[in-house]
């Protein structure tokens, strides 16, 4: 059952939450103590302890003490003194993930399909998740012991959903809920960037044509160049989906809308440059192909810090090039690569060498994104069925995926079907391709299957899928 402590902060009765322990270390002090895994700790220094970043704070005054319980409800304690108690959890959230309070007109969840994973419909907004790995947050849901607590334990850096710096074309968009918002402060993206003075924040744009872009991009620039906090700006287009028949209507940004965004991007950050020493921000790569323009050199991305958010993804994918290509395959070979609507042109151009490699049947095949709507056009966003529906049986040697398609760690894709699913369906190998041009044109030549892992890492959908908040 749950156990209610008192919190020392606050003399209120807080709800303990108890952590699962996935391994208890040999030889620790837990281990000592007779902790095994599937234990759960229950409270340190006599504290709940609603995640990682807590039990870390607690362990950090030197001596603590750790409650524990067994599967069978014995209680129990053990100290250690500037020692690791020698435990790993299940989870880094132990309370549930922090959900949204906004109702934006351009959430992809609200446009998502049916019968997808049920974690998937998770609507994520948490500062903690933010801080360890990068996810992007609203800050409209804090309470004001959030605050605190991001300021007293200085989660630092923090990426943050800004859109727009202007309050009311904010409230706009974002459409808050009022019974999910805990504190009236927290609306104003202004007031919390100024309030998180102390915090170093990565801040994002998701640009909706005629909505937030234009002249409002370029005051929403300029207020955040104007925050010492705030280190760099992403400007990303909104993401849309087949399944917005309720939803206000949006359209995709068309070429001529693209170059302009793309204008004042480079406008500012030649301002930047001079001011700053730093581009300060920096367009997702989908701009620069929707508005056909090239895109920027390696350097231009001052090291590709928003790249799990479209920034750069492309050029990093690219800028290992490619190796020496031989003049034949000791073994005739059929390669196809399968990506997106959006990235294909651009890696048949990057593969165009090796159309002369004797023995090589190679086709770089864009396909039609049937779950989410043709308007779907990214490679990360492609589910199984759609590579079973733009893919004929046996018509190749290997079939190459991105491995953006896939589950981070696994060969689970968005629709739940594996790489085993769709190789004993087709007939033919299935393999990840590579995370940059180098190891993909080393797996099209060689035909040898490795697992290359996503190429911007650990995300926070792991887990939203150990929450289980369905």
């Not at 880094?92 to 399909?113: E, K, S, T, W």
């Not at 395959?329 to 004797?358: H, K, N, Q, W």
Request: proline share 5%.
């Amino acid at each position: 059952m749950p156990r209610v402590v008192l919190s020392r902060k606050d003399p209120q009765p807080v709800k303990v939450t108890p952590a699962r322990i996935r391994e208890v270390a040999a030889g620790s002090a837990a281990a000592k103590a007779g902790v095994e895994a599937g234990w759960e700790l229950l409270t340190v220094n006599d504290q709940p302890i609603p995640d990682v970043l807590a039990y870390r704070r607690e362990l950090q005054a030197g001596a603590a003490e750790l409650r524990v319980r067994a599967p069978a409800g014995d209680e129990t304690t053990f100290a250690v003194a500037w020692e690791e108690p020698g435990l790993e959890f299940d989870d880094v959230i132990f309370d549930g993930i922090r959900l949204c309070a906004n109702h934006c007109d351009f959430c992809y969840i609200h446009q998502m399909p049916k019968g997808m994973r049920k974690s998937l419909y998770i609507m994520d907004d948490d500062f903690r998740t933010s801080f360890l790995y990068g996810s992007f947050v609203t800050l409209t849901n804090l309470r004001e012991g959030d605050v605190q607590r991001i300021l007293d334990e200085h989660l630092s850096p923090l990426y943050v959903s800004v859109h727009t710096a202007n309050e009311a074309k904010r409230a706009e968009l974002m459409k808050w809920w009022p019974n999910k918002v805990a504190t009236e402060e927290a609306l104003s993206v202004r007031n919390m960037i100024e309030r998180l003075e102390s915090i170093e924040l990565y801040t994002q744009m998701v640009l909706v044509p005629g909505r937030n872009d234009g002249d409002y991009l370029d005051e929403t620039l300029d207020y955040l160049a104007s925050r010492p906090n705030v280190l760099a700006a992403a400007a990303v287009p909104v993401g849309l989906t087949g399944h917005r028949s309720h939803l206000v209507a949006l359209e995709p940004y068309t070429q001529e809308q693209a170059a302009d965004v793309i204008a004042r991007v480079h406008a500012f950050q030649q301002r930047m440059l001079a001011e700053r020493g730093t581009r300060f921000v920096f367009a997702s790569d989908e701009f620069y192909i929707r508005a056909g323009l090239p895109l920027p050199d390696d350097e231009a991305y001052e090291g590709y810090t928003m790249l799990e958010n479209g920034v750069g993804m492309v050029r990093d994918f690219l800028s290992a090039g490619v190796p020496v290509l031989p003049e034949r395959l000791e073994r005739p070979r059929r390669v196809l690569i399968a990506t997106g609507r959006l990235f294909a042109p651009v890696l048949r151009e990057s593969l165009r060498s090796l159309d002369g490699v004797e023995g090589l049947h190679l086709e770089v095949r864009a396909i039609t994104n049937r779950t989410f709507g043709e308007v779907t056009t990214v490679a990360g966003l492609l589910a199984g069925r759609d590579i079973l529906g733009g893919v004929r049986p046996g018509e190749a040697d290997l079939l190459l995926l991105s491995p953006n398609m896939f589950k981070y760690g696994t060969e689970t894709m968005l629709d739940d079907l594996t790489r085993s699913d769709l190789q004993a369906e087709l007939g033919m190998r299935i393999a990840v391709g590579g995370t940059n041009l180098a190891e993909l044109v080393d797996t099209v030549l060689t035909g040898e299957v490795h697992d290359h892992l996503p190429s911007f890492g650990f995300s926070t959908h792991a887990i939203k899928e150990a929450a289980k908040q369905h």
